[in-house]
Protein backbone atom coordinates (compact mmCIF):
# COMPACT_ATOMS: atom_id res chain seq x y z
CA UNK A 1 0.00 0.00 0.00
CA UNK A 2 1.99 3.05 -1.02
CA UNK A 3 0.81 6.87 0.66
CA UNK A 4 0.31 9.30 -1.71
CA UNK A 5 1.40 12.72 -0.14
CA UNK A 6 -0.73 15.95 -1.52
CA UNK A 7 0.88 19.08 -0.15
CA UNK A 8 -1.52 22.16 0.11
CA UNK A 9 -2.11 24.38 -3.93
CA UNK A 10 -1.33 27.62 -3.82
CA UNK A 11 -5.55 29.16 -3.57
CA UNK A 12 -5.54 27.25 -0.71
CA UNK A 13 -2.53 28.76 0.90
CA UNK A 14 -3.98 32.65 -0.23
CA UNK A 15 -7.46 32.17 1.50
CA UNK A 16 -5.52 30.91 4.91
CA UNK A 17 -3.45 34.41 4.06
CA UNK A 18 -6.36 36.51 3.65
CA UNK A 19 -8.16 35.12 6.74
CA UNK A 20 -4.98 36.77 8.48
CA UNK A 21 -4.89 39.66 7.37
CA UNK A 22 -9.10 40.44 8.28
CA UNK A 23 -8.32 38.70 11.57
CA UNK A 24 -5.41 41.37 12.07
CA UNK A 25 -6.99 43.83 10.35
CA UNK A 26 -9.85 43.78 13.08
CA UNK A 27 -7.78 43.12 16.15
CA UNK A 28 -5.32 46.12 15.51
CA UNK A 29 -7.40 48.79 16.23
CA UNK A 30 -8.18 47.54 19.82
CA UNK A 31 -5.10 46.37 20.26
CA UNK A 32 -3.61 50.14 20.04
CA UNK A 33 -5.93 51.21 22.15
CA UNK A 34 -5.65 49.06 24.92
CA UNK A 35 -1.50 49.88 24.92
CA UNK A 36 -2.57 53.97 25.00
CA UNK A 37 -4.77 53.20 27.65
CA UNK A 38 -1.66 51.53 29.19
CA UNK A 39 0.27 54.50 28.52
CA UNK A 40 -2.26 56.46 29.71
CA UNK A 41 -2.08 54.79 33.51
CA UNK A 42 1.35 56.11 33.89
CA UNK A 43 0.45 59.68 33.31
CA UNK A 44 -2.40 59.07 36.04
CA UNK A 45 -0.01 57.70 38.52
CA UNK A 46 2.41 60.39 38.01
CA UNK A 47 -0.04 62.81 38.23
CA UNK A 48 -1.81 61.73 41.43
CA UNK A 49 1.60 61.26 43.02
CA UNK A 50 2.13 64.65 42.14
CA UNK A 51 -0.76 65.90 43.57
CA UNK A 52 -0.14 64.47 46.80
CA UNK A 53 3.56 65.99 46.76
CA UNK A 54 2.53 69.31 46.17
CA UNK A 55 0.02 68.84 49.22
CA UNK A 56 2.61 68.35 51.04
CA UNK A 57 4.33 70.87 50.02
CA UNK A 58 1.63 73.15 50.31
CA UNK A 59 1.38 72.11 53.88
CA UNK A 60 4.86 72.88 55.07
CA UNK A 61 5.13 76.13 53.03
CA UNK A 62 1.58 77.44 52.75
CA UNK A 63 1.65 77.16 48.61
CA UNK A 64 2.69 75.19 45.42
CA UNK A 65 5.62 74.91 43.63
CA UNK A 66 6.44 74.78 39.87
CA UNK A 67 9.64 72.99 40.95
CA UNK A 68 9.54 69.04 41.00
CA UNK A 69 13.01 69.25 43.12
CA UNK A 70 11.20 70.37 45.93
CA UNK A 71 8.87 67.67 45.70
CA UNK A 72 9.19 63.89 47.51
CA UNK A 73 8.91 62.81 43.66
CA UNK A 74 11.57 60.30 41.94
CA UNK A 75 12.77 62.78 39.47
CA UNK A 76 13.52 60.32 36.85
CA UNK A 77 9.80 59.16 37.01
CA UNK A 78 8.73 62.35 35.46
CA UNK A 79 11.59 62.22 32.38
CA UNK A 80 11.24 58.83 31.81
CA UNK A 81 8.66 57.59 30.04
CA UNK A 82 5.62 58.24 27.51
CA UNK A 83 4.92 61.52 29.16
CA UNK A 84 6.59 65.18 30.12
CA UNK A 85 4.99 67.02 33.13
CA UNK A 86 4.89 70.65 33.60
CA UNK A 87 3.59 72.38 36.86
CA UNK A 88 2.20 75.94 36.65
CA UNK A 89 0.71 77.77 39.92
CA UNK A 90 -2.04 80.49 40.19
CA UNK A 91 -4.18 81.83 42.42
CA UNK A 92 -8.07 82.23 42.26
CA UNK A 93 -10.67 84.45 44.73
CA UNK A 94 -12.25 82.22 47.33
CA UNK A 95 -16.09 81.86 46.59
CA UNK A 96 -16.92 82.70 50.29
CA UNK A 97 -14.69 84.72 51.22
CA UNK A 98 -13.09 86.63 48.12
CA UNK A 99 -9.12 86.05 49.16
CA UNK A 100 -6.94 85.37 46.66
CA UNK A 101 -6.03 81.14 47.79
CA UNK A 102 -2.94 79.11 45.28
CA UNK A 103 -4.02 76.52 43.05
CA UNK A 104 -1.62 74.52 40.80
CA UNK A 105 -2.86 72.44 37.68
CA UNK A 106 0.16 69.92 35.99
CA UNK A 107 -0.22 68.85 32.28
CA UNK A 108 0.99 65.64 31.25
CA UNK A 109 2.11 65.80 27.46
CA UNK A 110 1.93 62.94 25.39
CA UNK A 111 5.83 62.45 24.04
CA UNK A 112 5.87 60.32 20.36
CA UNK A 113 3.30 57.64 19.01
CA UNK A 114 0.09 58.31 17.56
CA UNK A 115 -1.09 60.30 20.15
CA UNK A 116 1.93 62.71 20.54
CA UNK A 117 1.30 65.80 21.17
CA UNK A 118 -2.22 65.11 23.44
CA UNK A 119 -2.25 66.62 26.89
CA UNK A 120 -4.13 65.44 30.10
CA UNK A 121 -4.57 67.92 32.77
CA UNK A 122 -4.84 67.81 35.88
CA UNK A 123 -5.95 70.67 38.83
CA UNK A 124 -5.63 70.54 42.90
CA UNK A 125 -8.88 68.62 43.36
CA UNK A 126 -7.52 65.90 41.10
CA UNK A 127 -10.29 66.79 38.14
CA UNK A 128 -8.88 65.32 34.72
CA UNK A 129 -9.29 67.25 31.50
CA UNK A 130 -7.98 66.22 28.01
CA UNK A 131 -7.08 68.04 25.07
CA UNK A 132 -9.45 66.17 22.55
CA UNK A 133 -12.71 64.29 22.91
CA UNK A 134 -10.84 60.86 21.15
CA UNK A 135 -8.57 61.15 24.15
CA UNK A 136 -10.86 61.85 26.73
CA UNK A 137 -13.02 58.53 25.91
CA UNK A 138 -9.39 56.39 26.27
CA UNK A 139 -8.53 58.95 29.78
CA UNK A 140 -12.31 57.25 31.07
CA UNK A 141 -12.37 58.61 34.83
CA UNK A 142 -12.10 62.02 35.27
CA UNK A 143 -11.20 62.05 38.61
CA UNK A 144 -8.13 61.52 40.73
CA UNK A 145 -8.97 60.30 44.35
Not at 7 to 33: D, H, N, R
Not at 35 to 50: F, G, P, Y
Not at 65 to 88: C, F, H, K, P, R
Not at 122 to 137: E, F, H, V
Request: net charge negative.
Amino acid sequence: MKLKWRGFTLIEVMIVILIVAILASLAMPQYTKVVEKAKMTEARTTLSAIRASEGIYYAEHDNYTTDVTQLALDSNALTAGNYTYEITVATEADPSTGADIPIFTVVATRVGGKFAGEKIEMDKDGILTSSTAQYSKLLGSKTIE
